[in-house]
Structure formats: structure tokens, C-alpha cells
């Protein structure tokens, strides 16, 4: 959807390259995902915030016209090496910055005027939509599969009455659901905590009836225990056991 209204809108707008940049994840950088045309490969390429046209329309949350490279004061990246006049508009969902839509033309075609930003302007909205959905699709086929993931664990605790392998494949399911690299469950008993299956391990033989106390600050198995809650460590070499 966002490939065909970029090739509408370079048409509309006479141009021979036009171009799609979104935030990355972590909203670090804008990543080229989509163009059309252009004299280099662009598709994959990082902007930071300030740098480039597109990371000026960044920064300033508000189009961007230059009808004259050769005076533009700023860097030109590599995709726009050749064309004399660019322009680029924000991307926004929400009220959200989410990215930019371009285009840039030769020498042959006319000065982009204000009539030129608001056509492109409506472009914009119309790819914010098409990546709302887009969005609002994945998120629902991961829901969806989260659910299949769970019903195939619900099953597997009627599946069978030993409780070691009810719980192996709870442990599988879930990382389906939650990728993981190694998981265990564990039985409290007294004041340790009792691993009773797991996944993930060599020597998951070995770990099982592996014990951990509760009552040591140095792992983190008690502070669950003390505290109800989950919790999440971006880094367990904190804890010294």
C-alpha cells in the first residue's frame, strides 16, 4: 500500500525519485523502507535526527522545501546526489512523528510552490493511514498466535497426568509466545526454590530438584517471592550467585 500511493505521488508531482523513511524501533534514526526511482540504492538507509533534509523535517516537525541543492546549507546524503530540488513532508499518526515521505526531481522539472507541499502533505496522511493498518494488522495475527500458542498449552495440561511433561510443554508453548532462550519452573518448598522442569539446557537432567534459597539477597528467585510481582533484570550479572 505505501509503495503504490509513493509512485502516485512522485507521478502527480512530475518526479523521478520519491521515497518513505520511518523511525526505527527504538526511534533512534529514520530508516528508508520504501522509494521509487532515484539514480542510487537508498532502501536501508539510517538518518539521524538533524542530519540530511529528512532529518531536518525531523527536527523540525514541518516540511521541508529546496529547490536548489547547490545552496542548501546542510548535508546531502548519498540518494539525493544528482537532483537539484527536494521536497519532504512529516509522517505523523497521531500527532506522532513516525517519519518522512520525499520526493526530489531534476533539472526539467519546475520549482516546487506551496500547492506542491500540501499535495505531498495529503500523500503523507494517506501513508500514515496505510501504516496505521498495517500496524493494527500485525499487532492482531499476534494476538491471534499468542492465542493459538495458549490454547495449545491449555490442551497440554488435560494431555497427559504426568506433571513433568504438562509442564515441558507449557515451557515450549510459552516460548512461541515470549522467546527465550532457556526457562525452568520451579516448586517452592520451605524456603527454596525447587526447579521441577525446564528447557533451554544441556544438562536439564542435572538441574532437576536443583535448589535455590530464598533467603539469599544474592539471587533473585527470593525477591519474587517477598515482592508477588514479576520482575524483569536487564542484567543479572548485578546479583553475585
Known sequence: ??????????ELLETSYG????????????????????LLP????SIDRGHGIAGRVWESGTPIVVNDLRGWDGQVLAG???????AEVPLRLDDRFVGVL????????????????????RFAAVVAIAIRNAQLF????????HAERLVEAAKAVTSSLELPEVLQTILQQM??????DSATVQEL????????????????????ELSFDLTNPDIPNGLIVTRREPLILPDVSTFKA
Not at 80 to 86: E, N, S, T
Not at 190 to 199: E, F, H, L, M, P
Open 80 to 86: 539525493l546526489v544528482g537532483y537539484r530540488a527536494v
Open 175 to 180: 516460548q512461541r509466545v515470549v522467546p527465550y
Open 189 to 208: 518448598r520451605g524456603d527454596r526454590a525447587v526447579i521441577v522442569a525446564g528447557v533451554g539446557f544441556p544438562n536439564m537432567e542435572q538441574l532437576i
Open 19 to 38: 521515497f518513505i523513511g520511518l523511525l526505527d524501533a527504538g526511534g533512534q534514526a529514520i530508516i528508508i523502507r520504501h522509494t521509487t526511482g532515484g
Open 42 to 45: 537508498t532502501v536501508g538507509m
Open 1 to 10: 500500500m505505501c509503495s503504490s500511493d509513493l509512485d502516485r505521488a512522485t
Open 138 to 145: 500485525e499487532a492482531e495475527r499476534t494476538t491471534r498466535n
Open 102 to 121: 520525499g520526493v526530489a526531481a531534476t533539472e526539467q522539472r519546475p520549482p516546487f510552490n506551496a500547492a506542491d507541499v500540501e499535495t505531498l502533505t
